[in-house]
C-alpha cells in the first residue's frame, strides 16, 4: 500500500479502479496532498487527490458538483469521489505543463487558456458580503505579516485597504490558481487542471497571479489572453475589487510562504506587495 495513503482511501481506491500501478508522483507534500498519476490493470489512465487534511480535496469536489457543462477534454472528467475521506480520481489528461515549457511565451496559448476561463466563469449570484468579507481577511494577513514586513508597509498597506470602497459584487465559479502551472498543452491545445482552490469569487480574482507573473513583462500575452477571455475592467465595482483582490494576495503570498518557509515565494510576495503599493 502506498505509505502517504490511508488503509480505508486504499480500500476505496481498489473497488473504483481495480488493482493499479503508480506512474508518476506529482504530490504536494507541503499542503499534505498526494497526487498520483495511476495506471489500472486494463490500462486506463487517472488522477488520484488524497489528503487526511487539506481541504483542498473537498474544494475541488465542489467545483465540479457546481458543474462544468460544454468544457469536456479541456478538464478533468471527475469519476469518483469521497469527500469524508478526502479522496477523489479524475480521468488523465494528455498534455505537458505550460509552465516552464517553450508553450509559456506562446500568445496563442494565452488566448486559449482565456477562452478556457470565460466558459469556467459560470455566474452564480450577487453578493453583498464578499468584499466586506474579503477586506477583514486581508486586514488580518496584514496583521500576521508585521514580524516580516517594515512597519512603513504595514502603515500603508492599511490604508490601503481602508480605501477601498465596499460594493455589492458578482461572483463566478472561479478556479482559484489560474496560471502555466495549471495548464497543460496537447498538440497545440490548451487544457486545465488542479480545482483545488476553487471557489465562488468575483471574475477579477483569476487574473492577479497572472498581472504579476507572466503579463508583467509580455504585455502581448496579456493582450491574447484578454482577446480570449473577452472582458476587461469597466466599472467602479470592478476596479475595487481588483484593488482588493491583488492586496489580499499579495500578502497572503507573504504570509503563506513565511509559515512554510519558502523564502523564495516570500520574497515574491513581497514584491506583488511594492507593485500592488506603488500603484496607490
Not at 506529482?26 to 498519476?37: E, G, I, K, N, R
Not at 453583498?128 to 477583514?136: D, F
Request: proline letters at 4%; hydrophobic letters at 40%.
Amino acid at each position: 500500500m502506498i505509505e502517504s495513503i490511508s488503509e480505508r482511501q486504499h480500500s476505496l481506491l481498489v473497488a473504483w479502479l481495480g488493482s493499479f500501478t503508480v506512474v508518476g508522483d506529482y504530490s504536494w507534500p507541503l499542503q499534505d496532498t498526494t497526487v498520483l498519476h495511476v495506471e489500472s490493470m486494463d490500462g486506463r489512465k487517472f488522477i488520484v487527490k488524497a489528503s487526511r487534511t487539506s481541504h483542498h480535496i473537498r474544494r475541488e469536489i465542489a467545483a465540479y458538483a457546481r458543474g462544468m457543462d460544454g468544457l469536456e477534454g479541456k478538464v478533468p472528467t471527475l469519476l469518483f469521489s469521497a469527500p469524508e475521506e478526502g479522496l477523489l480520481v479524475t480521468q488523465y489528461l494528455e498534455g505537458t505543463l505550460v509552465a516552464g515549457s517553450p508553450a509559456e511565451s506562446s500568445p496563442d496559448v494565452y488566448r486559449q487558456a482565456g477562452a478556457v476561463l470565460a466558459r469556467l466563469h459560470r455566474p452564480a449570484g450577487m453578493s453583498r458580503s464578499y468584499m466586506r468579507s474579503l477586506s477583514a481577511r486581508t486586514n488580518a494577513l496584514i496583521d500576521k505579516a508585521r514580524d516580516v514586513l517594515p512597519q512603513s508597509m504595514v502603515s500603508h498597506l492599511i490604508k490601503e485597504v481602508s480605501a477601498v470602497e465596499l460594493y455589492p459584487v458578482a461572483l463566478v465559479t472561479s478556479h482559484g490558481d489560474y496560471q502555466p502551472r495549471n495548464w497543460l498543452c496537447d498538440a497545440g491545445e490548451v487544457k486545465v487542471i488542479d480545482f483545488g482552490r476553487a471557489d465562488l469569487r468575483p471574475w477579477v480574482h483569476d487574473l492577479v497571479r497572472l498581472s504579476h507573473q507572466q503579463f508583467l513583462t509580455a504585455p502581448d500575452l496579456a493582450d491574447a489572453f484578454h482577446e480570449g477571455f473577452g472582458q476587461t475592467m469597466s466599472s467602479p465595482e470592478e476596479h475595487a475589487m481588483w484593488r482588493l483582490e491583488n492586496l489580499d494576495q499579495a500578502v497572503g503570498t507573504v504570509v503563506w510562504a513565511h509559515g512554510i518557509g519558502d523564502h523564495g515565494f516570500a520574497q515574491q510576495g513581497v514584491e506583488m506587495v511594492e507593485r500592488v503599493l506603488a500603484e496607490s
